[in-house]
Structure formats: C-alpha cells, structure tokens
C-alpha cells in the first residue's frame, strides 16, 4: 500500500497577515509531525529590477524573523530561502528540488468566490505535492474532523492516504460525504481503507441539489 509521511514542510509567505498565520500553523504541524520546515519567499522581479540584491536582503531579514520567533515560542529550527522569481513557478521548482512533502499557503477570508482567479489556486493546481490552504481566521492548531468529499473524480483512494497522517496525529474523525450518485465502488473503497487503518469515520449522503445544506455542515 502506498504510504506518506510528512518529513519536509514548506510555507510560502509574502508577508502579509495571513502569511504571518499561516508560517505559525506551518510551525505547529513541523513539530507535531518531526518534519523539517522551510520558510520561503519569492521576490518579485518587478520590484527588485534596479535593486536585486537589497530586496532579497529584505526578505532574508524578514525571513529570519519568522525563523527566530519560531526557535523562541515553538523550540524547533527552520530553514530560509528567498529568490528572486514569478512566485508560482518558484514554489514549484522549490518544493520538487527539496522533495517537500506539504506545502502551506496563506489565503484571506471571504474571497472563496474568485479563488479560481487568485495565485493560491495558481499553486495548488501547479504544485505535485499536497497543499494546504490556512485562511487569516483559522487558529486551530488540531484537526478533530476532516470532511472527504467522494465525488466521480480519479485519486479518492490517495486523498485518504494523504489525510492519513493528521487524523493519525489528532485522532480525526473521517466525515465521509456522498455527493451526488458517486460510484458505489469508490465509496465502499474509501469505507474499506478506513476500516483497515482503523479510522474512525461517520457516512452522509447528499444530493446533487444540496450544495447549500452541505455548506451549512
């Protein structure tokens, strides 16, 4: 069976405030996981055109910042890295070169209705590893219940594997959500794995019509 664990935990920050929450939540999960955690930063070509040096500068310092408050609140190290470079296609090149296992971005609250437009879902349909998004509101630093939407898409099995380490971690419980007339196989799958990993789980059934009950949960 395929198997992940989370060793090497990137979080790409850009200094604004759900950055500054996010790098905290990449923080938390780098101990609770024993991972390694790299901070980085992409600085933009634009910006730094006539004073390359001095802006990577800036960021490094801004970057240690974070890497001290770190070493100070939480007792764990983490490495810096800033480039200059688009932003997407550094994350990218990052996280393949250094293998990262899960990549944290910062995402502002209630802009989920242009979120196809924004960077953060530039990267995630970019980046091969997992990505975890952490919205400026969110301060929880445990997962006591993961929603898995089963859905007539490929990859449920490996979702559930990718999960596996947090609900081992805070002792999730599995919310298993049907939505639509998904395939009773990918269903029963994803029921099957999670018997045999001995996750504890509960089952919903919605239908095609219900987004807003399912957004109401």
Do not use: W
């Amino acid at each position: 069976m395929i198997t992940y664990h989370i060793r090497k935990i990137a979080i790409a920050t850009n200094f604004s405030n759900e950055s500054d929450n996010a790098v905290y939540q990449a923080a938390v999960i780098a101990k609770k996981h024993n991972a390694e955690l790299d901070i980085i930063h992409a600085v933009s070509p634009v910006a730094s055109r006539n004073k390359k040096a001095e802006f990577v500068q800036a960021a490094y310092d801004r970057l240690k910042k974070y890497r001290d408050g770190i070493v100070d609140e939480l007792g764990i190290e983490a490495k810096v890295f800033a480039r200059v470079g688009d932003a997407v296609a550094f994350i990218y090149k990052y996280c393949t070169e250094n293998k990262t296992d899960l990549l944290l971005i910062g995402v502002q609250n209630g802009v989920k209705r242009y979120f196809k437009e924004s960077m953060a879902y530039e990267i995630i349909m970019k980046i091969e590893c997992p990505v975890l998004s952490i919205p400026f509101s969110f301060r929880k630093t445990h997962f006591y219940k993961i929603l898995f939407p089963v859905r007539e898409v490929e990859g449920i099995k490996e979702k559930l594997i990718h999960s596996r380490p947090f609900i081992q971690k805070d002792n999730s419980e599995l919310h298993i959500i049907c939505l639509g007339q998904p395939d009773a196989y990918k269903v029963n799958e994803v029921i099957k794995l999670a018997q045999n990993q001995h996750i504890q789980f509960s089952v919903s059934d919605y239908n095609a019509d219900s987004k807003k009950m399912l957004l109401l949960k």
